[in-house]
């Protein structure tokens, strides 16, 4: 169960990011939906304590993030480049991480054995550093890298995109796979509203900070969305 | 279309994120230059006096021309520590409309503005203005002469480039070229066969032909071509690129498994040193640093004053937890976020820290031995240094960290490498240094020197004992200044 309450974000007089509540269940895949400067990012950044909120707080299974560090042992994420280290080649970068999840090396191996396909041969093994990955395939490390050591919440910042075409098909599927088992609480970001409604059973949007629209998945899901995010062209198009 | 190029370097100067912050090191910078500025112009207004009075008899131009060749050794060896390709980042420049000669035209007569060309001219000038006025020479020939050298310098400027660009990747192929410049250095040095009076000659023979003054301009001309047409074959994505990907190096550290749960970050750290060039490069400067001693341990005039000693002790054995330590965290800078929303205890990742710069100490402790050759008093005073350095400035070092908001590129050279300087480096080492030496000095002046290493060596120990206590208290004080440090570690910049 994640919870925020109250939470809002200023820069220099802007708010960035205000919700008043939003409760994520455990087991749910929840995907964050918005254009640029929507919020989402900020939004996972003080889920993860690495910006600080103006006010409120978020709670991630009754730990308060800002001020207590264990929601750190069952909480991974990837939300950007950041997240990785370059001078390390991806088996290392799996076992250090694995390491510090409490996995052991034989863990790590079983865990990437089944993510194979995923990596279309062209992760492991090849004697490369990350640095020197291309922009996918680093993205493929840091995808797998958050799902090291079951962890209960996994947080994703745009994992579709750099991907190709099977790559992202592959990826759907995984994240399927965790949410039918209902233990991981999933949050997702994604431009990609095909994807997103695919994969989560509920979709939050964000407009400049502001939750709009809080929706279950159905199969009216994606209509809606792309409805509300054309409003702008169609109102043109009356005017 | 020049211009347009210089406004965007001007921008790019006054618009860079670290431009307010590192004021002061700005500053320190104006002071130095405006110091070699003013040395300059006096050795180049004082060498025609100088020579006069000191070589009686010599004529002053010709022996500054045997000189010539030495100081152009040393202008191309300073170059090569100091000087940096003015590169500028061309890579966005490419896609657009502009001529890639230009570029490279711009890039390579921006060079000339480098104050290491404008230090030569401070002596250059003066002394060609004061062999005009003595008038053994006629105007017009000084001035062919001042030309040459001028052109001299300015082939030195281009030619040091090109060594640059080909060797600054591959050191050993240097070798051959630091053998040769050796081997002529030493068959001058025992007259058998006097290059540099060569040399001098043929400056000499400018004195009598001045058209021979368009030789040197004729060399700069050709190093110019030169760095062109290299530049030019470079101006590719994948030519930049090509020689950055290299073969894994897969070096487990295994070893560091004995060391129990912070093994994965000293692992860490220590494949953070040997892949990236610059804290590689700290490890050989404090290999280098280790002579340090055979300065001042031979020296009479250093004999009287012990606490002299400390000084050295604790830099010898502590030059890399000085080099390294300063710049904690900001080493991780480019993964800062990972380390923080990760699984990563801050006392723990403090502790590998800590844990790392001892052993570094140690080493260079153990390596330093050999200085009992001085007697077993600097043998003891760089022993106690070490515990002084393990005890109290490990720590003092992390804490200070906690100040650094500089980003570091781990694949920098470090020479004259200002990138993650920031006040919290200069301040620190005033406790660092000198707390050690004035505690030292004081008891060693009113007790005794046994009483006074003694003292230091308490501390040490004392720190060793309270090490995890205090780490723990770094570790609040990280915690608390953590969003300021993700924020300014996002920062690029010099």
């Known amino acids: ?239 | 279309m020049f211009k347009r190029l210089f406004s965007l370097e001007w921008k790019s100067f006054f618009r860079s994120a670290s431009l307010g912050k590192s004021i002061g090191l700005k500053i320190l910078m104006g002071f130095l230059a405006l110091y070699f500025t003013a040395a300059f112009l006096m050795f180049g207004i004082g060498l025609y006096p100088i020579i006069i009075e000191y070589f009686p008899g010599e004529e002053p131009i010709y022996l500054v021309n045997r000189l010539f060749l030495v100081w152009l050794v040393l202008e191309l060896i300073y170059r090569f520590l100091l000087q940096n390709l003015p590169i500028m980042d061309i890579k966005p420049l490419m896609l657009l409309p502009i001529k890639k000669r230009k570029v490279v035209n711009f890039v390579l007569i921006k060079s000339l503005y480098s104050f290491f060309n404008f230090l030569p001219l401070l002596i250059i000038i003066p002394f060609g203005i004061f062999n005009i006025y003595k008038q053994t020479f006629s105007t017009g020939v000084i001035i062919a002469w001042m030309i040459a050298m001028i052109g001299l310098t300015l082939s030195v400027n281009y030619a040091n480039f090109i060594i640059k660009k080909n060797f600054t990747d591959n050191i050993k192929a240097l070798i051959p070229v630091v053998v040769s410049i050796a081997v002529i250095a030493i068959l001058d040095y025992f007259k058998i066969f006097e290059s540099s009076v060569w040399f001098g000659k043929g400056l000499n023979a400018i004195l009598e032909f001045p058209l021979l003054a368009l030789v040197p301009i004729l060399i700069v001309i050709i190093f110019y071509k030169w760095n062109q047409k290299d530049l030019e074959s470079k101006f590719y994505l994948d030519a930049t690129l090509k020689d950055e990907v290299k073969d894994a190096n897969t070096n487990e550290f295994l070893w560091t498994r004995r060391f129990g749960d912070i093994a994965p970050y000293l692992q860490l750290d220590l494949k953070m040193i040997w892949r990236n060039k610059r804290p590689k490069t700290t490890v050989y400067i404090s290999i280098l640093f280790l002579a340090y001693g055979l300065i001042f341990y031979g020296n009479d005039t250093y004999q009287e004053m012990p606490a002299f000693f400390i000084f050295v002790g604790i830099f010898i054995t502590g030059i890399f937890m000085i080099n390294f330590g300063q710049f904690i965290p900001a080493w991780d800078a480019g993964y800062y976020p990972l380390i923080m929303a990760q699984n990563i205890p801050l006392k723990k990742y403090l502790t590998a820290k800590a844990g790392l710069i001892t052993f570094s100490v140690v080493v260079l402790a153990i390596l330093s031995t050999p200085y009992l050759y001085y007697g077993w008093k600097i043998f003891l005073i760089n022993i106690i240094c070490a515990v002084y350095n393990i005890g109290v400035n490990i720590p003092i070092l992390l804490y200070s960290g906690s100040f650094n908001r500089k980003k570091i590129d781990l694949d920098k050279s470090p020479f004259m490498n200002y990138q993650g300087m920031g006040a919290t480096q200069w301040i620190v080492g005033l406790p660092l240094l000198l707390m050690p030496l004035l505690i030292f000095w004081i008891i060693n002046k009113f007790i005794s020197f046994e009483s006074a290493l003694t003292v230091l060596f308490v501390l040490g120990i004392l720190g060793l004992i309270l090490r995890n206590r205090a780490i723990g208290f770094i570790a609040q004080r990280y915690k608390r200044q953590k969003y300021a440090m993700i924020e300014g570690f996002k920062q690029s910049g010099e």
């Open chain 1, 1 to 239: 169960m994640i919870t925020a309450t109250n939470l809002t974000k200023v820069y220099n007089g802007t708010t960035v990011l205000n919700i008043e509540h939003l409760d994520i269940p455990t087991g749910q895949s929840m995907g964050l939906v918005g254009n640029n400067g929507a919020g989402k990012t900020t939004f996972f950044s003080i889920l993860l304590d690495l910006i600080q909120p103006t006010t409120g707080n978020i709670f991630n299974h009754e730990i308060t993030v800002s001020q207590n560090e264990e929601w750190k042992e069952f909480t991974s994420s990837f939300i950007d480049e950041s997240f990785l280290i370059g001078y390390l080649t991806p088996e290392e970068y799996f076992y250090f991480i694995g390491d510090l999840r409490k996995q052991n090396k034989a863990d790590v191996d079983a865990l990437l054995l089944t993510f194979e396909d995923f990596f279309h041969d062209e992760i492991l093994g090849k004697r490369k550093y990350l640095r020197d990955l291309s922009k996918g395939n680093q993205k493929k490390v840091g995808i797998v890298a958050a799902l090291i050591g079951r962890p209960k919440v996994i947080i994703l910042d745009e994992p579709f995109a750099n991907l190709d075409p099977t790559t992202q098909i592959r990826l759907k599927k995984i994240i399927k796979d965790l949410t039918a088992q209902k233990e991981t609480t999933i949050l997702i970001s994604s431009h990609d509203l095909i994807h997103i409604t695919e994969v989560c059973e509920r979709i939050v949007v964000l407009d400049k900070g502001d939750l709009v629209k809080d929706l279950m998945t159905s199969t009216a899901t994606l209509d809606e969305l792309e409805t509300y995010f054309s409003k702008d062209l169609t109102l043109k198009e009356e005017v």
